[in-house]
Each structure stands twice: as C-alpha cells, then as structure tokens.
C-alpha cells in the first residue's frame, strides 16, 4: 500500500515511548543470522533482523533506533557477523557485549577485528565446543584464535569487562597445559565469572560470582589457588571434571596434604561436586564466616555432591561433617528434617536435604532454609541408602522427622554369586539406612515413595522391637499434591536436578492398588504388635486406588478399575485419621468400583 493511504502514525510518536517499543522487541525478538553452510538441523534457522528491522520502519524510528538505544547495539553486537562493523558503530562507547560462538577458519577477519575491541567489552563468552558434541577435539585453527584472544586479554587488560564466559577455550599446543603453568588474565572489575570444560586462570580482586566446572586438568588445589586472589567473592560452583567413563583420576598421597588457608570473608552460599577426599580437603582449607541456615533462602542454595557412587558411607560421613559445621544454627541444636525429594528418572544421582522445620500444607520447600546433599553416579545408579548413611552419620538421633517424596528403590531380589553386572553387590540397605534413624516421629509420604512401605512393616523375627523401622513414630501424612515441587530452584541447572510425578491414564492420578495395599499392611503389622499410629494425615487425591485388569484372550485388553477407598478399619491401626482428601469427581456412586472408561463418561 503506498504512503499517500496510510498515514505514518509512527512518525508522531515521542522518543521515550519509541525506546520503549525498541526494547520490548529487543527482549523477544534477537537478530539471527541465516544458515548459509549444509545443516543437519530438523528446521534450519533462516535469519532475521529482529528488533532492528524498526530501523527500516520510518525516519523516525530508524532516527531514535540508531541514534539513541546504543546499549541494544551493544547487546547484540555479534548476532550478525556480516552487520559487525555497523552494530559497532550504533554502540558507541557502550560496553559490549561480546559472544564467539563461531570458530570456523572463514572467520579470521572477525576474529581480528574482535581483538580490536575486546578491551571495550562489557561482557565477553567464548565458547569453543564443536558442533555436534562438547567431548569432541577442538581443531587447532580454532585453538590458534582462541589464543590470539586470549593474548589481547593478558596484554590489556580489559578494565570495562563485569562478566565472562569461556567454555572449553584450549591452548593451541598439541597437549593440554597445566593450570599452574598457565599465565592468569588480569580482570580488575570483573564481577561473574564462568570456566567451564578447561580452566584457564585469572585474577579478579572484586568477582562475587565464580563457577569452575568440568576441568580436566584442574584439580582442588588448582581451584584453591584461583581462590586465593578473589577476596570478595560470594557465591562459589565447583564441580570437578567427570565422563561417562570416570572421574578424574584418584588423588595421591602428596595431593591430599592439607592445603594453604582460603580466605573467603564474604561467601554466602556454594555448590561443591568432587571426590570425598578432595571436598574434605577444600573444606579445611575455606576460611570463611559460618553460614547460617537463613542465608540458605538465597537464589542459591548450598550443595554438596560426592562422586564415585560406590564409596563407602564412612567417606562420605568424613567429607560432610566439615562443611555442615559451617552451617549455623548447628543441626545438632534442633529437630532436623529429612527430606528426599523427586529426581529425574535414568539420571545417575540421587539427593537429600537436610534442613530447618517446615509445613509442606502451607510452605514451598524451596523457600524453607535446606543444605542439598548429592551421590553422583557415572552409569550405575548411586546408593541412596550410603548417602543417607554418611551424611546422617553424627546427627542421626536428631533426625525427628522424614519426608519421602522421591524415589525409594525397591528392595532387590536376592542375587546369586558375588557379583552383579561386574559390580560388587552393594552393602547398603534403605533398611540399614532406616534403622540408623531411631528417633524419627513423623514421616511423610508421597507417590513415588512406594519402596519405603515394605519397610515400615514389623519384621518377621523382631528382637525386642530393635529391628523395626522408626520405633516411635507418631504422624505419617499420605500427600499426593507433589509437595516438594521446586526444590532444585537455583541450582546450575535446575531440570537435570528435579523430575516430575508419572501416573499411567489407567491410575486417573489415584495411588495404585500395590501403594494402597502394602501401605495398609504396614499399618496393620505394627498395630498389632502395639506399636499403633497416634495420627494418619491423608492429603490430595486418595479417594480412590487404581487397579489395571488385563484380558488375556484374542486381543488383550487393559482396564483401569477405581475403588473407592475405605477408612473403617483404619480405627485399628490409628488413633486420630485426618482427612483432607480432595475427591476425584470422575463418578458419584463411592459404593462400587468402576472402570475409567466408565467414570470419564460419567463427566458432566
């Protein structure tokens, strides 16, 4: 349509609400350059200018685009490699921001003219995975521009630079150096900083924020060296290099010697992934003030990992109990809660939390004041019971309350032989676990806990009650609201940490037949032996259990079937049942199971 018919309204409106409209597009619509090489890509990424084609709107909105929002320039000064020179000019004397993703030989020009403006960036990342895989070589024309960058950085100092990234920047030699070898870049204002995939050292008097993870040949006390010039410093991630295939190799004798002091004066929170032995090292070498359990309601709470999955329970217990002193309030001066929360399926790790009092009816666990303990697998999946077992090991009698949301495993079936798949059969049992918590009076149970119910059933040769699982528990809360949701807020990345509830169609988000039952049946079992239940607490959607029929004839039919469930036999194994149950409303007759088939027709 020509200009003559639509009227230019753009061109009337004032420059403030014009900047406006620059940077709401700017946050939900980045330039992006076309694919021009072959792509395996699903959808190759065709190119746009996003927010910047606004400058091609009007006079007035190119006049204020290029004129008066230099800082967007600067934001996204590398999106287009081909616009680089004018993106440049729009930004002015604005730190930029700086990101190389793109090391192909093509791109030495770039490159070039990158090292050029590097003591102007603001932010800088370079990020030199290949392709296709993290794990694979970087190739040396790409080593040799790293280099050059780097070299710009160790010559000039960048006084402007508050952040930085480098992921897996190499040396160009044909071996990787040293971090002790390895002339450190000079940052005096850097405030955040992010090494990840091979370490490369620095100096930064006044950085708050530190992460350091996947380094090969970066080991703890390479880590405490770095420390050692970041005074300031407030958050703290380290976690040590590992593949598929292991973990760095052991340390010796002479790499576990005490380490020189770190003072940290300002450390508020830290995540820490490494070898028992080593995070016993790190922890004695940390000078740092007591964290309180209050500072835990930080954006990042503090986590402690140990790798190799199958060490004992006694090296774990060695590596924990140095940094849980540092935690204030001592646990030992309150009643502690246990939490294991809900994990991602098929990740080699499992977690607990051992933290202050909280209500999961009216609190969000991640808002509750907690220190995240974690057993880090490589391929087999890691002992939650070890992991319970060390941690737990000095502060178990004051351990007064559980709650199970994640996964319990199973008791396994009896093995012949010595070995299974080429391991040694593990020593820990959840049961062994259990029972080195005597004191615990309420326990919370959810959904995915179904391997703790044939524990609390009263053993079939009791020696004087010693052999039962939580002698004196008072209160079990039944809660199918997933209410630890959210507990892996703030961690590095918080979607391999926490995994979701998975109910078959079949179940209509009802406890299946086998929760239901084996729960009753340890309620059962420990009433008649007098050890009754003072109070039951049911929460969520437990007004049905869900039983799959199968058909076995021509064609195999599957059925879920709803029963109603009953709580008149209950008065036998509790004193008091609350019910704060939320009914399904699939049907209206509670005197008869039905089929789901029947109950969705049943929906208004």
């Not at 020509?2 to 230019?8: I, L, Y």
């Not at 190389?100 to 050029?116: G, K, P, V």
Request: glycine fraction near 6%.
């Amino acid at each position: 349509m020509s200009s003559e018919v639509t009227p230019d309204f753009l061109s009337t409106l004032p420059a403030d609400v014009v900047i406006d409209i620059y940077q709401c597009l700017a946050r939900i619509h980045k330039p992006m350059p076309r694919t021009e090489e072959p792509s395996y890509d699903l959808y190759p990424q065709e190119g746009t200018l996003g927010w910047a084609h606004l400058t091609h709107v009007c006079r007035n909105l190119r006049y204020i685009g290029i004129n008066d929002i230099p800082a967007l320039w600067a934001d996204d000064l590398c999106t287009l490699p081909k616009a680089f020179s004018t993106f440049l000019a729009r930004a002015r004397n604005t730190p930029l921001h700086v990101i190389i993703r793109d090391l192909a030989e093509n791109s030495n020009q770039f490159h070039e003219e990158l090292t050029r403006i590097l003591p102007q960036a603001g932010s800088f990342k370079l990020d030199m995975r290949t392709r296709f895989d993290q794990a694979w070589p970087v190739p040396s024309h790409a080593r040799v521009t790293a280099d050059k960058l780097l070299d710009v950085l160790r010559r000039d100092p960048p006084s402007r630079m508050t952040s930085m990234v480098l992921i897996n920047v190499k040396a160009a030699g044909d071996s990787d150096i040293p971090a002790a070898d390895q002339d450190p870049l000079q940052t005096p204002n850097l405030r955040h900083a992010s090494v990840l995939g091979c370490f490369v050292p620095f100096r930064a008097p006044h950085l708050r924020t530190l992460e350091v993870r996947g380094c090969r040949y970066c080991h703890v006390a390479d880590f405490c060296s770095l420390l050692r010039h970041l005074p300031l410093l407030e958050y703290l991630t380290w976690e040590a290099y590992s593949s598929e295939f292991g973990w760095n190799q052991a340390p010796g004798d002479d790499e576990l010697a005490p380490l020189k002091p770190v003072q940290l004066p300002q450390l508020k929170s830290f995540h820490v992934v490494d070898q028992c032995a080593n995070l016993s090292q790190l922890a004695n070498a940390l000078v740092c003030p007591d964290i309180g359990l209050t500072d835990s309601l930080l954006p990042r709470p503090i986590y402690i990992g140990f790798q190799h999955s199958r060490e004992p329970w006694e090296l774990v217990a060695g590596a924990c109990t140095p940094f849980r002193t540092r935690l204030l309030p001592a646990y030992n001066t309150r009643s502690i809660k246990l939490t294991i929360p809900l994990t991602v399926r098929f990740v080699p790790r499992c977690h607990i939390l051992l933290g202050d009092d909280w209500d999961p009816s009216m609190q969000v666990l991640a808002q509750t004041a907690h220190t995240i303990f974690g057993l880090h697998g490589t391929r087999e999946t890691p002992s939650l019971a070890t992991l319970i077992k060390g941690v737990a090991a000095t502060i178990a009698p004051e351990i007064h309350s559980l709650h199970a949301l994640g996964r319990i495993p199973l008791p396994p079936p009896p093995i012949d032989g010595d070995t299974y798949f080429g391991q040694p059969p593990d020593t820990n049992t959840m049961r062994d676990a259990l029972l080195d918590l005597p004191n615990v009076k309420e326990l919370h149970l959810a959904y995915s806990a179904e391997g703790i119910l044939s524990l609390l059933q009263f053993p079939q040769e009791p020696a004087n009650g010693s052999s039962l699982v939580f002698p004196v528990l008072e209160t079990i809360v039944v809660d199918t609201t997933n209410p630890g949701a959210g507990w892996a807020k703030g961690m590095p990345d918080p979607g391999y940490y926490e995994g979701g509830e998975y109910y078959a169609d079949w179940q209509a988000g009802h406890l299946p037949a086998t929760w239901w039952s084996s729960f009753c049946v340890a309620l059962s079992s420990r009433a008649a032996q007098g050890f009754k239940l003072r109070r039951l607490v049911l929460r969520g959607r437990i007004c049905h259990f869900a039983e799959l029929k199968s058909d076995e004839g021509l064609m195999p039919v599957e059925e879920g079937i709803l029963h109603p469930i009953d709580l008149t036999d209950m008065s036998d194994w509790t004193d008091e049942v609350v019910d704060e149950r939320v009914t399904c409303g699939l049907f209206e007759d509670d005197d008869h199971g039905s089929s789901y088939e029947e109950c969705e027709r049943d929906e208004p």
